[in-house]
């Protein structure tokens, strides 16, 4: 039977001037609406107790599975205020298929997509007075699972926790859409094939934090990581994906090959190219042939995307070598692509991929 994730019966809810103080300086991820959507699962019952409820503390003991095996994955969408009031949520089915294939991964129950939409719907239309309706803001969902059974042996645990919280967010970067400059990693891996690359689990988030802080020391905003073969393949940032156009249009990305995660802005990207005068391609991309186009000009721009940060046009790339700086201010593309995909979003342009879902 399908989960309803019904609206509790006696709210309770912060007051207007505690929202607006929040909105006047968001951040990204660091307030809290006042609820979040939680549900069980058990071998025995399935999934059960969905609930909406006031967010607090989730309580688990410390033999609780996660904190030792790091059986866990998470989702991230976001919630748009439009300009008559309405809020819509940016392709929740997408996020709903991946995290279907990340909890297959990892080994977790599977969450029904259709429950999946109706947590995070049912979330932001209880919370959707927390909305934000400026430039560059929204509402940011986060939906995860995690083992929770008390078990150290192990083996897939036998009850799992789902919950979805909510924070209205601005830029995920501080310099806002800033160039960014990227280390190429070589000594780290973020993963290997046959690993959980395409999956959107913790583990990942972990395993690139060192290279992360390697990259401050250099100078560097965030890391590039390449294939743990030969070390000479571009897969992703970590938490982005990775593009380049070419002198000829071209819109380049490396070709999903079970160590890059299926970003949904990603996919969105090369969808919406051709509207825009770029041919998608998805195929392997050296650091060879990024390094070298940048210095010959067969390269013009390149950008990271994501949920959080959208797009966020690259600087330039360094690696022991050196460095190979793009002449951003003869960028033509990035920010037109940026932009396009903002006015999806905040609907001020036609949604003719049928991308939009209203809450409220
Ligand atoms: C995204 O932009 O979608 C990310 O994955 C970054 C997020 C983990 C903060």
């Not at 688990?60 to 969408?77: D, K, N, R, T």
């Not at 294939?101 to 969450?111: G, I, T, W, Y």
């Not at 013009?300 to 690696?319: H, N, Q, W, Y």
Request: hydrophobic share 40%; aromatic share 10%; net charge negative.
């Amino acid at each position: 039977m399908a989960l309803s994730f019904d609206l509790p019966e006696n709210p309770s809810f912060l007051g207007d001037d505690v929202i607006q103080g929040v909105w006047a300086n968001p951040g990204f991820g660091q307030y809290f609406t006042d609820h979040m959507a939680l549900a069980n699962w058990s071998e025995e019952s399935g999934w059960h107790n969905d609930r909406l409820t006031e967010y607090s503390q989730v309580s688990m003991e410390p033999a609780s599975a996660v904190y030792h095996y790091a059986q866990e994955i998470f989702e991230g969408l976001k919630a748009y205020r439009h300009a008559d009031g309405s809020v819509w949520l940016f392709r929740p089915d997408a996020n709903a298929r991946r995290f279907e294939n990340s909890a297959h991964r990892l080994a977790l129950p599977v969450l029904p997509p259709e429950d999946f939409v109706t947590s995070v719907r049912q979330l932001t239309a209880l919370d959707s007075r927390w909305v934000p309706g400026e430039e560059e803001q929204s509402l940011y969902l986060r939906p995860f699972m995690m083992a929770a059974e008390n078990f150290l042996g192990v083996r897939p645990a036998h009850s799992v926790l789902y919950t979805v919280i909510a924070s209205p967010v601005g830029a995920y970067f501080a310099g806002g859409v800033a160039p960014v400059d990227i280390w190429i990693s070589r000594d780290f891996s973020r993963v290997a094939t046959g690993g959980t690359g395409s999956a959107k689990c913790g583990g990942n988030y972990a395993a690139s934090l060192l290279p992360q802080e390697l990259a401050y020391d250099k100078g560097c905003s965030q890391v590039l990581f390449v294939d743990a073969a030969e070390k000479r393949w571009i897969e992703e940032l970590g938490g982005m994906n990775f593009f380049m156009i070419t002198k000829d249009d071209e819109l380049v990305t490396p070709e999903l090959n079970g160590n890059i995660l299926p970003g949904v802005t990603r996919d969105s990207i090369l969808t919406v190219a051709p509207d825009l005068g770029l041919k998608p391609v998805e195929r392997p991309i050296s650091v060879d042939e990024v390094t070298g186009g940048i210095t010959s000009g067969e390269i013009r721009e390149l950008f990271a995307c994501g949920t959080a940060a959208v797009i966020t046009p690259i600087g330039s790339l360094k690696d022991e070598d050196g460095e190979y700086r793009i002449d951003t201010d003869k960028a033509t593309h990035t920010i037109p692509l940026r932009n396009h995909l903002l006015d999806i979003q905040y609907g001020r342009v036609a949604d003719k991929h049928g991308w939009m879902q209203q809450v409220c």
